[in-house]
């Protein structure tokens, strides 16, 4: 455990040092990842899937904040489905456009959740989210969660049908474009799994502030059970064998809840064998304060001494 502890802080210092550097890189993997993804999945224009274009808007997005890289993929995605028919890139951008809107009104700070949610389900650990959401955020960023799971069904329905939707977008681009949106917000699997991934969020978050020990460990296992669990039963009901499998749901729900394990460590170790309790009391009210202290470390400083032999001369 303290070897763990050390090397948390090591890495949080690193990140102090050289964050101006490891930030930029970061956000390039990401948009580099992420293109590569929507490429693969609903690619229509030649241009964007060049290799060299690829890079250089993954670089451009290496500079920008998250909430900007998010409208730049938002647009990468509009600008394949314009190239399928105009009126499927025109609903798309409306559908971005809204969510956009509602979601810089209530939580702008939760861009990332965009991004994220669509990358992990096509590597089939989409859970880990709402866990991680669930322990560092608030309710509110449900909005977030539940609009990037539109944007994943948006994706994975037109990869699935891409070949069926280009033959008949050229002569029948309205027709598709109500097609597709028809089939994306009328789907009972949909609904299910934004309903799945708000419970989640909302479990965890609740869990993790009760006054008992461990809480953030038991809101992390019984919030990833229950999503397993929602997942499943939905399987079962609407056979959402296009989106998750039961392997998959299993599978990815026991990975998540360990990634979601090891992102606690790095925002909440406490030791509770060093639990304090206090009360006191003023005119009107009797307090009652449980006190639990963060496991810190710091790195062990080395002293070197140099000894130096004096030199005995010869006579």
Same mark, same amino acid.
């Given at each position: 455990? +303290?070897?763990?502890?050390?090397?948390?802080?090591?890495?949080?210092?690193?990140?102090?040092?050289?964050?101006?550097?490891?930030?930029? #890189?970061?956000?390039?993997?990401?948009?580099?990842? /992420?293109?590569?993804?929507?490429?693969? +999945?609903?690619?229509?224009?030649?241009?964007?899937? +060049?290799? #060299?274009?690829?890079?250089?808007?993954?670089? @451009?997005?290496? &500079?920008?904040?998250?909430?900007?890289?998010? @409208?730049?993929? /938002?647009?990468?995605?509009?600008?394949?489905?314009?190239?399928?028919?105009?009126?499927?890139?025109?609903?798309? =951008?409306?559908?971005?456009?809204?969510?956009?809107?509602?979601?810089?009104?209530?939580?702008?700070?939760?861009?990332?959740?965009? @991004?994220?949610?669509?990358?992990? =389900?096509?590597?089939?650990?989409?859970?880990?989210?709402?866990?991680?959401?669930?322990?560092?955020?608030?309710?509110?960023?449900?909005?977030?969660?539940?609009?990037?799971?539109?944007?994943?069904?948006?994706?994975?329905?037109?990869?699935?049908?891409?070949? #069926?939707?280009?033959?008949?977008?050229?002569?029948?681009?309205?027709?598709?474009?109500?097609?597709?949106?028809?089939?994306?917000?009328?789907?009972?699997?949909?609904?299910?799994?934004?309903?799945? =991934?708000?419970?989640?969020?909302?479990?965890?978050? =609740?869990?993790?502030?009760? /006054?008992?020990?461990?809480?953030?460990?038991? #809101?992390?296992? /019984?919030?990833?059970?229950?999503?397993?669990?929602?997942?499943?039963?939905?399987?079962?009901? &609407?056979?959402?064998?296009?989106?998750?499998?039961?392997?998959?749901?299993?599978?990815?729900?026991?990975?998540?809840?360990?990634?979601?394990?090891?992102?606690?460590?790095?925002?909440?170790?406490?030791?509770?064998?060093?639990?304090?309790?206090?009360?006191?009391?003023?005119?009107?009210?009797?307090?009652?304060?449980?006190?639990?202290?963060?496991?810190?470390?710091?790195?062990?400083?080395?002293?070197?001494?140099?000894? +130096?032999?004096?030199?005995?001369?010869?006579?």
């Amino acid at each position: 455990m +303290n070897n763990l502890l050390m090397i948390r802080e090591q890495l949080k210092k690193i990140y102090g040092m050289y964050g101006t550097y490891i930030k930029p #890189a970061i956000h390039f993997i990401v948009m580099l990842v /992420s293109i590569i993804i929507i490429n693969a +999945n609903a690619g229509a224009m030649a241009l964007l899937k +060049n290799p #060299a274009v690829v890079v250089i808007i993954s670089l @451009i997005g290496a &500079f920008l904040p998250v909430k900007f890289m998010t @409208i730049l993929l /938002s647009l990468i995605i509009v600008a394949h489905m314009s190239a399928i028919a105009v009126e499927i890139g025109a609903m798309i =951008f409306l559908i971005m456009l809204i969510m956009y809107l509602l979601f810089f009104r209530f939580t702008p700070k939760d861009s990332v959740i965009l @991004i994220l949610i669509p990358l992990l =389900f096509f590597i089939k650990i989409p859970y880990v989210v709402p866990l991680t959401v669930g322990m560092a955020s608030t309710p509110f960023s449900i909005i977030s969660v539940s609009f990037g799971v539109i944007i994943f069904y948006i994706l994975n329905y037109i990869s699935t049908n891409l070949d #069926a939707i280009m033959a008949a977008a050229s002569t029948d681009g309205m027709g598709q474009m109500t097609k597709i949106a028809g089939q994306v917000f009328t789907s009972k699997e949909l609904y299910l799994i934004i309903i799945a =991934f708000a419970l989640v969020v909302a479990v965890v978050y =609740f869990v993790k502030r009760l /006054s008992i020990d461990y809480s953030w460990i038991i #809101a992390v296992v /019984s919030g990833g059970v229950l999503c397993i669990i929602i997942m499943l039963i939905g399987e079962l009901i &609407f056979d959402m064998g296009e989106v998750v499998s039961v392997v998959s749901i299993i599978i990815g729900g026991i990975i998540s809840i360990v990634l979601a394990l090891g992102i606690r460590f790095f925002i909440h170790s406490v030791d509770y064998s060093r639990t304090e309790y206090t009360q006191f009391e003023d005119d009107d009210f009797y307090y009652y304060v449980k006190a639990v202290p963060k496991i810190k470390v710091s790195s062990p400083e080395v002293n070197v001494k140099r000894i +130096n032999a004096r030199k005995v001369r010869k006579k």
